[in-house]
């Protein structure tokens, strides 16, 4: 371990992160008695998605535009060029991103989604295959849009809860491999790696992978495109684990692991602690395919659709991804909450990774049938006592099938995003300890149905419904368990 944070050694032995930065601007909190708190979860159709920050107490639905930014960053904000064309402040983006990434050119998008939307319209065509290490919510309908199938080729233990193998989200290369001889390189679209795989907890890939995956993709003449938007994390984590990177720095690991994909597009609002995203590629063939999308969905080819002050905080914010101890202070509280949680013997995703800590809700609650959706009862019940608002991602964040049944996902979770130097200690022991409870009274929680499913993106909008009273009875627990207690 030679990250900042775990290289400060406690005289009681214990292994606590540090925060590497004081604060200066607070926000203050909430935490309201549990009777609202299940109100506003009932008023809310049981998705934490539609609850509203007056009722949150920590919201740790998503480290998506809500990780700290830096004095160095909200101060830059004040020097933005307000220009249609040709900004000030897009040049010096422009100059950050080329520095960081490694490649030429840039194109602007409001964020991640948009930058997908322009790819999945410019690289796919009807019937195209996208085989990737896992897909994401939004980049798999922007595929499916356009008449693309996302091919999910990951080892066949990524999806293992309790693992101590540390690069679960690398692609399987023989998968990988088959591919490209079941629908021959043609149909192909493009490879996809994401960093730092969301969806299955934040697992990361390994540099070798990368390497052996660009190796086939050269071999069959394919693109390879790399979903950048966890990207410091990932590289943080080759640097832990991965023996040839211990003393590499990151900002080198990230030019390398740029360097295999012909194509990187990101969400701002994780990889540089803002919000818009953007899409970089060295090859002007790619870039003009891309380009007069850019202007029809985006805005003018200098601001995409973001402010130029966000522009100027992505700025120096890509630069701070760059940083050791920037980089590592989520990852590091994220392991703190993970290793007392998988010490109680609760099902949580090792090794930890990035982005948050992810609570197997079917080892949870195995009472409670996936169809009753599991993950979505298990974010509302810990919202219900304690005020935390995590994130269901499971059969509720899935699809339904052309017969209208529920596709069940492969993992049901429940991801407690731990945003970047947001949480302090004493808020992460307070998750680990109402989890805790939690865990112990898991009987008395029930399952989900729907009131209100939309087609599309339905996790987003739907409202469900407890299947019996157990909200009621969790909450006649918690006033025995807590009497006044928040
Ligand atoms: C968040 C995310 C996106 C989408 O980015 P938005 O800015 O939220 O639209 C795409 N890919 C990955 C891996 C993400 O984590």
């Known amino acids: 371990m030679t990250d900042q944070n775990s290289a400060i050694k406690f005289y009681s032995g214990e292994q606590i992160p540090?925060?590497?930065?004081?604060?200066?601007?607070?926000?203050?909190?909430?935490?309201?008695?549990?009777?609202?708190?299940?109100?506003?979860?009932?008023?809310?159709?049981?998705?934490?998605?539609?609850?509203?920050?007056?009722?949150?107490?920590?919201?740790?639905?998503?480290?998506?535009?809500?990780?700290?930014?830096?004095?160095?960053?909200?101060?830059?904000?004040?020097?933005?060029?307000?220009?249609?064309?040709?900004?000030?402040?897009?040049?010096?983006?422009?100059?950050?991103?080329?520095?960081?990434?490694?490649?030429?050119?840039?194109?602007?998008?409001?964020?991640?989604?948009?930058?997908?939307?322009?790819?999945?319209?410019?690289?796919?065509?009807?019937?195209?295959?996208?085989?990737?290490?896992?897909?994401?919510?939004?980049?798999?309908?922007?595929?499916?849009?356009?008449?693309?199938?996302?091919?999910?080729?990951?080892?066949?233990?990524?999806?293992?809860?309790?693992?101590?193998?540390?690069?679960?989200?690398?692609i399987d290369i023989e998968k990988l491999k088959a591919v490209f001889k079941e629908y021959g390189k043609e149909r192909v679209a493009f490879v996809r790696m994401?960093?730092?795989?969301?969806?299955?907890?934040?697992?990361?890939?390994?540099?070798?992978?990368?390497?052996?995956?660009?190796?086939?993709?050269?071999?069959?003449?394919?693109?390879?495109?790399?979903?950048?938007?966890?990207?410091?994390?990932?590289?943080?984590?080759?640097?832990?684990?991965?023996?040839e990177f211990k003393n590499a720095n990151i900002k080198d690991i990230l030019l390398e692991m740029c360097s295999y994909a012909d194509l990187v597009?990101?969400?701002?609002?994780?990889?540089?602690?803002?919000?818009?995203?953007?899409?970089?590629?060295?090859?002007?063939?790619?870039?003009?395919?891309?380009?007069?999308?850019?202007?029809?969905?985006?805005?003018?080819?200098?601001?995409?659709?973001?402010?130029?002050?966000?522009?100027?905080?992505?700025?120096?914010?890509i630069n701070e991804t760059c940083d050791e101890t920037v980089i590592s202070q989520s990852p590091s509280f994220i392991a703190y909450a993970v290793n007392q949680l998988d010490a109680a013997g609760i099902p949580v995703i090792t090794p930890p990774g990035a982005l948050g800590c992810h609570v197997d809700a079917k080892g949870f609650l195995p009472h409670v049938p996936q169809a009753e959706y599991p993950a979505g009862a298990l974010a509302s019940a810990l919202f219900i006592i304690s005020g935390i608002r995590g994130m269901e991602r499971g059969t509720i964040s899935s699809v339904r099938d052309e017969n209208g049944d529920d596709i069940l996902a492969d993992v049901e979770l429940l991801r407690l995003a731990f945003p970047r130097r947001v949480f302090t200690l004493s808020q992460t022991m307070f998750v680990v300890d109402r989890v805790k409870w939690l865990y112990d009274n898991r009987e008395l929680i029930?399952?989900?149905?729907?009131?209100?499913?939309?087609?599309?993106?339905?996790?987003?909008?739907?409202?469900?419904?407890?299947k019996t009273d157990w909200p009621e009875k969790l909450l006649a627990k918690f006033k025995k368990d807590f009497g006044e207690s928040l």
């Open 265 to 317: 597009y990101f969400s701002s609002r994780k990889v540089s602690s803002t919000r818009g995203g953007g899409i970089v590629t060295n090859s002007k063939d790619l870039y003009m395919k891309m380009r007069d999308l850019l202007v029809l969905y985006e805005g003018f080819l200098t601001y995409g659709g973001m402010s130029v002050r966000e522009i100027e905080a992505m700025a120096v914010g």
């Open 18 to 170: 540090v925060e590497l930065h004081k604060v200066r601007i607070v926000q203050k909190l909430f935490l309201k008695p549990i009777e609202e708190r299940k109100a506003a979860m009932e008023e809310a159709g049981f998705n934490t998605f539609l609850l509203s920050t007056k009722d949150v107490f920590l919201d740790m639905l998503t480290d998506s535009g809500t990780n700290a930014m830096s004095d160095n960053q909200v101060s830059s904000m004040l020097q933005a060029d307000d220009a249609y064309a040709g900004s000030q402040s897009f040049y010096r983006m422009e100059r950050a991103l080329r520095d960081v990434f490694g490649k030429h050119y840039v194109l602007p998008a409001h964020q991640g989604r948009a930058a997908e939307n322009i790819v999945s319209q410019a690289f796919i065509k009807k019937g195209d295959v996208i085989p990737m290490n896992y897909h994401f919510t939004t980049t798999k309908e922007h595929m499916e849009l356009n008449g693309g199938k996302v091919l999910e080729i990951f080892a066949d233990d990524a999806l293992e809860i309790k693992s101590s193998k540390l690069f679960k989200g690398n």
């Open 194 to 243: 994401e960093a730092s795989t969301n969806l299955i907890g934040g697992q990361p890939f390994s540099m070798q992978n990368m390497r052996d995956v660009k190796k086939v993709c050269d071999e069959n003449e394919t693109m390879m495109v790399l979903d950048a938007s966890l990207i410091g994390e990932n590289a943080y984590f080759i640097k832990q684990r991965e023996e």
């Open 446 to 466: 029930g399952g989900l149905e729907w009131v209100e499913e939309p087609p599309l993106l339905r996790f987003f909008m739907g409202r469900l419904k407890a």
